[in-house]
């Protein structure tokens, strides 16, 4: 079993480390799993979604 700490991944894949940590608050039935679908996470400012003006978190 192979296990990485949230540092390490926020430095390699911050966007997989985003994509995470909001699939694991979301319920664990077939409404959580249509809703991670919607999901769209970006690592940087370039994106195809600039015309619905989304807000930048700035991760610490």
Not at 28 to 56: F, S
């Amino acid at each position: 079993m192979k296990e990485t700490s949230a540092r390490i991944m926020m430095e390699k894949t911050p966007e997989k480390a985003m994509f995470l940590a909001v699939k694991g608050m979301l319920p664990h039935t077939k409404l959580g799993r249509q809703m991670i679908k919607k999901l769209r996470v970006y690592a940087g400012n370039e994106h195809e979604n600039a015309a619905q003006k989304p807000i930048v978190w700035e991760v610490k």
